[in-house]
């Protein structure tokens, strides 16, 4: 079973930048993806970006496109978010989820497993 383990969230005014890693423990299967997610207060789950552990393959959503970059080291089984040119709008509790097909899913239900999610606030 794999476990999620996300960190790096924190304060950062507009324009700033933040890394977010997400650290896929008990990870055992070589390929499928991971994806992150965020969450703002009053709103619904939403896709932000995910990618390929076999072949690095992404996929954006279009409000992060150009800003945010995902890209994972498979010895470590990490994933990274490197989030550059920060709004407020992309304040939410992001989270990191992991699913076994090789598919770039952007529903959150289709994904498996999921970490408990890290904090992250823009201010303006």
């Known amino acids: 079973q794999v476990r999620p383990v996300e960190s790096g969230g924190g304060l950062v005014q507009a324009g700033g930048s933040l890394r977010l890693s997400c650290a896929a423990s008990?990870?055992?299967?070589?390929?499928?993806?991971m994806a992150w997610f965020r969450q703002a207060p009053g709103k619904e789950r939403s896709f932000v970006a995910a990618i390929k552990w076999t072949g690095g393959v992404t996929r954006y959503a279009d409000s992060v496109k150009g800003r945010f970059t995902i890209y994972r080291d498979n010895a470590k089984n990490t994933v990274y978010l490197q989030m550059n040119s920060l709004k407020p709008e992309d304040t939410a509790v992001y989270y990191c989820a992991a699913d076994r097909s090789n598919v770039l899913h952007t529903t959150p239900n289709v994904y498996d497993y999921w970490g408990q999610g890290t904090q992250v606030t823009v201010s303006s």
């Open positions: 008990g990870r055992t299967f070589s390929s499928g993806a």
